[in-house]
């Protein structure tokens, strides 16, 4: 069986055996760890959304009412009162009040009539879909036939209520105000995820590039250091084996070193190669 080994690094006493680096390994653990905090930023986003949802159906609503008749109006706003819900109504008569109350009323709810004087509630539909598409608008009207009913639903109306039941208005009115926040909340929520995953791709992206200068970073502080270590070895090898002429002294002996001063030959020799001397004298001087 083959045995992979891999390098030893030396240490004192010690040695340390490294396993190669794994860039794909040390990117899919960053991956991780991102999606891990992409989870818990969504799951926070849920929870603000789910806040922001309660605060809607809290607030107060402005309702548009579309309607001829006054004792009608009467009645579809007692029951909105009766319900216990935080309304600002406004009635309209008129196309010339409708388009103008859709500009400047700022309406959260659109409850009209089908038949009236020279308009109707198809083209009041109309409007309201071109000026303020997210707008629910509810029929509310006292005979309208199923053709013409769908007709209206396929337009865009979120409901239709007959005014001879007029204990079905709230539960509509309540179902168009909680679909209108959640298209709000998951909006918001559905931004917020685009803008994480953005983030995400983006750090992604930059990862392998911030990895590739970071391994060539590290090869040039490796050749750098090996190359000082090798000039380092040849500048010492050059010290302790000097091949220039070295200025002597003919009587004294003496060597003079490159700030000009004389020292003695056993100790320029010692300092430049570290090399220690024993004194003692050769045959030729003690004549033998």
Sequence with gaps: ????????????????????????????????????????????????????????????????????????????????????????????????????????FSADLILSDYDLPQYNGALALAEAKQRCPNVPFILVTGAVGEDRAIEMLTNGAKDYVMKSRLHRLVPAVQRAFAEVAEQQARKQAEEALREAYKDLETQVEKRPAQRGAEIASRRQAEEDRNRLILELQETLAKVKNPSSLLPACTQCKRIRDDKGHWNKFEDYITEHSGAPFSHSRCPACTGA
């Design 1 to 104: 069986m083959c045995v992979k080994k891999y390098p030893v690094h030396k240490t004192g006493s010690q040695s340390v055996q490294h396993s190669p680096a794994n860039p794909k390994l040390y990117l899919s653990l960053c991956c991780y760890l991102i999606l891990i905090v992409f989870h818990a930023y969504f799951i926070m986003m849920l929870r603000k959304q789910k806040l922001h949802l309660v605060k809607i159906m809290e607030s107060i609503h402005r309702v548009l009412i579309l309607e001829d008749s006054v004792s009608d109006a009467d009645l579809i706003e007692f029951e909105l009162q009766e319900s216990g819900l935080d309304l600002t109504t406004k009635r309209v008569m008129q196309e010339k009040e409708f388009l103008q109350a859709l500009q400047e």
